[in-house]
């Protein structure tokens, strides 16, 4: 694995005291010292602190983006519950075990309250984009008959919703992943029974 060049180390150690320290509670003078410079030369790579923290927020976006599936678009070739299960799954085990993304969530966790664009982070990776995806999914699903008609935008909500708790769950407690991934999996069969045409 090549050696990370300077920007990346910053980056990292950002990602990692901001999710320990928070934001604010963070100096730029530490984020540089952590990686062996001084303060000063954090300016040479980042605006500042909140330009470097758009960065973090942006590339671990696209980590995100690729491991949930939505940069291939992965949920396109769902077609029947099973796969759907499968999809769900592979979302919940990628979020809740991908360091990045933990950390990016506690990050937005911390801050939502005293950061708009974390807020606005938050919100969007939390309801607003999961939300939507499954409720795509689901009218898909409807018009190809492989469920039953109901109000999409309602059952992304309730498909999604009890999962978001059990990631905020396992954040907080990393020893009840194993728990949780069992209590999703179950979620996701549970709703199959009640909505899917075939089960």
Known sequence: MPKKNTKERMMDAALELFSKKGYDATGVDEIAESVGVKGPNLYTYFKGKQAL??????????????????????????????????FSLHQFTFTINNQKVRKIRRITTIEQYRNSLVAEKHTQHQIVDLTNLYADIFTRLMKEGIIIEDDPKLMAFEYVSPISL???ICDRQPEKIPKATEIARRHFTMFGKKYSKNK
């Not at 976006?61 to 939505?70: F, K, P, Q, V």
């Not at 949920?75 to 796969?83: L, Y």
């Open 53 to 86: 923290l758009e960065e973090i927020m942006e590339r671990i976006d696209a980590e995100y983006n690729r491991g949930m599936g939505i940069e291939a678009d992965m949920a396109r070739s769902i077609s029947t519950w099973s796969e759907l299960e499968e």
């Open 166 to 168: 059990l990631v905020e």
